[in-house]
């Protein structure tokens, strides 16, 4: 398997079990510095390498009157910012062609949503930067179906790939897990990370917004862990409740420190 290095984190690395963490979106500079404080001395404190994740907009929002974000501008400077004062890695969303090249100056890992992971100008854009693109696997695909846009990104002669798998369709406003997802895109030769939060979200189950279980994030954690990904994704807040978006989803921040220990021991195991 390649082996894809974001600065000092390396993906794909046996033993290593990297972490992608974050608000779902920058709601504010404060809330994203705490979140990032946060998670630095926690994952300092258990040896585990991470990397900062916000979006400066959800661009697929339910509901028109859902918030959306600070801006591509704001939303970057104050990943900027966490970048330079912690000394990790950021991610962020991308929705256009335009916008990978705008935050390819700033992220270190671009991010290809899961509904627009076929977007071939978008998906090409990415690759073209020369940034860690990261793909989430969409929910109306399988497997096997990652290869052609693996394929589309090494057209413009950039590996540095990682899938993402975060739940399929099971009918209307439900998601499915199926863990064998993890090894099947692990035989394209790219490290395949688990999205456990939005893997128990429930698309569009609110109305006007999604809903989910979040209390579930953790089961599936362990068992992507167990299966052998090579790294996790989880959105975190220090204040879920009042989270503006995916706030059923969320790990709560004070109970994460618990998770990633069981999570690095079941790694050690594997």
Do not use: W
């Not at 339910?62 to 950021?90: N, Q, T």
Request: charged share 25%.
């Amino acid at each position: 398997m390649k082996i894809v290095k974001v600065k000092n984190v390396l993906f794909g690395k046996k033993k290593t079990l990297p972490l992608i963490a974050g608000p779902c979106v920058a709601e504010s500079r404060e809330i994203c510095m705490d979140i990032a404080a946060g998670l630095v001395k926690i994952t300092k404190k258990l040896d585990i390498p991470l990397v900062f994740k916000a979006s400066y907009d959800k661009a697929n929002r339910s509901s028109i009157a859902s918030y959306r974000g600070p801006g591509i501008e704001e939303g970057l400077d104050i990943l900027r910012e966490i970048k330079e004062k912690f000394d990790i890695p950021v991610l962020t969303d991308i929705h256009s062609p335009e916008e990978a090249k705008i935050a390819g100056k700033v992220v270190d890992i671009l991010q290809i949503p899961a509904f627009l992971c076929r977007q071939t100008d978008l998906v090409v854009a990415a690759g073209e930067t020369g940034k860690v693109v990261n793909v989430k696997k969409a929910q109306f695909m399988s497997p096997s179906d990652m290869i052609n846009i693996i394929t589309k990104l090494e057209t413009t002669g950039n590996t540095k790939i990682l899938l993402t798998e975060r739940g399929t369709a099971f009918g209307y406003n439900n998601l499915v897990s199926d863990m064998r997802s993890i090894p099947l895109m692990q035989e394209f030769n790219y490290p395949v990370i688990f999205d456990a939060t939005h893997s128990v979200q429930k698309p569009g189950g609110g109305g006007t917004c999604s809903s989910g279980d979040g209390r579930l994030a953790p089961y599936l954690a362990k068992a992507a862990v167990a299966v052998g990904a090579n790294g996790l994704f989880v959105e975190t807040h220090t204040d879920v409740p009042n989270a503006l978006s995916d706030k059923d989803n969320m790990i709560p921040l004070d109970q994460l420190e618990k998770l990633l220990k069981q999570l690095k021991l079941i790694n050690e195991i594997v």
